[in-house]
């Protein structure tokens, strides 16, 4: 019997080995990822690795554009918030208490209000307004004000409008005032004038004016002439009205003169004569001597018409001097006069002094 063809397919097939297993499956794996990509491209996910979670963007259907940024639930941001102001300012507190130095005392509250956001200041007033001790709580509540004034001037003035009366809403309107009339003088004027209680109205605007004296004389006064009568309204015009001597003195007592009340004219007057002795100390001299009353005004100002007189031109302040009666003006001057010029040249001044005693 002839022995048959060996069929190659006889007998068990050889195992494949895991390699081949393997290589199909990351086939399968591949094409089915591809063709899930190729029909359902909405179905991928940002996908990012922090700190050891899997952080994923919101879906879009969770997501509302509100013209600046997506929609979310802000409580439990905003209880942080109000948090936040309280734990530091308490700590700050704390700290302020055991701390003697007066320098490092002001880098501790500086840092604090660096520290704080502009969102955090209401929070922080209102800790700030039952917090003790009291006198070190309402200094830290008077510099917040003004800090956050410096940037948000309106968000202030709404703020106080929610105060109830008090020492912490009288404060915020001097801190409102001062800051705002600093940088904004229109609108701190035209905010001051709206202000519905009498007496914050006054305050305010005494605040603003004082603030003016310096960079414009003339709006002070303005504002202050429509003031109610008393020594702080007073003294608030006699500076304005310096001020504005000092730049033209002529107009400025013209003004000056028209003033109804005598004793306030007089006083009004002998500031300016002080001031316009810096640049004209004749005419101011005569201004003293012609307008002011006899009498402790009159005998100060002449006095402080010699010092800057002396300063400039010592012969000619004491040619003046030498023409006052015996009393207490002239002693009084020639004393000032002779200190001053003993200072540029001793022996003229002790020459005078000599002639003239």
């Keep these: 019997m002839k022995a048959g063809r060996k069929n190659n397919n006889d007998g068990p097939r050889p ?7 393997f290589l199909m499956a990351m086939l399968v794996f591949c094409l089915a990822f591809g063709v899930r990509q190729m029909f359902h491209p909405a179905a991928k996910k940002v996908e990012s690795v922090k700190a050891g979670q899997i952080l994923r963007a919101p879906p879009p259907s969770e997501m509302v554009w509100t013209g600046a940024n997506p929609k979310h639930d802000s409580s439990a941001d905003d209880v942080e918030a109000g948090k936040l102001p309280a734990d530091k300012l308490a700590k700050l507190i704390q700290d302020l208490q055991s701390q003697d130095d007066p320098m490092e005392r002001e880098q501790l509250i500086a840092d604090l209000l660096a520290s704080l956001k502009t969102g955090d200041s209401a929070a922080a007033l209102d800790f700030l307004k039952d917090a003790e001790p ?6 830290l509540s008077r510099r917040l004000v003004r800090r956050w004034a410096e940037s948000s001037p309106r968000e202030v003035a709404a703020w ?15 801190g409102l005032a001062i800051v705002w009339a600093n940088s904004q003088m229109a609108d701190a004027i035209g905010w001051g004038q709206s202000l519905g209680n009498e007496g914050e109205r006054n305050r305010a605007l005494t605040d603003v004016a004082n603030e003016a ?4 004389p003339m709006t002070a006064l303005q504002l202050a002439v429509d003031l109610p009568a008393d020594v702080q309204r007073d003294d608030l015009i006699r500076r304005a009205a310096m001020e504005w001597a000092s730049g033209d003195a002529t107009n400025a007592v013209a003004w000056a003169e028209q003033i109804p009340d005598a004793t306030l004219r007089a006083t009004v007057m002998a500031g300016e004569a002080v001031a316009w002795a810096k640049q004209n100390p004749e005419s101011a001299a005569t201004l003293a ?15 402080s018409i010699v010092q800057r007189w002396a300063e400039q ?22 004393e000032n006069l002779v200190a001053l010029w003993s200072q540029k040249d001793a022996a003229a001044a002790q020459q005078w002094l000599a002639a003239h005693s």
């Design 15 to 21: 195992a494949r080995g895991p390699s081949d297993w």
């Design 134 to 139: 009291a006198e070190l709580a309402a200094d």
């Design 160 to 174: 106080i409008n929610g105060l109830p009366d008090g020492d912490q809403r009288l404060a915020a309107v001097d």
């Design 213 to 216: 004296v310096r960079a414009d």
């Design 289 to 303: 001597i012609e307008e002011l009353p006899p009498g402790r005004l009159q005998e100060d100002t002449v006095v």
């Design 313 to 334: 031109q010592p012969e000619a302040a004491a040619a003046w001097v030498a023409q006052f009666p015996e009393g207490a003006m002239r002693a009084a001057a020639i």
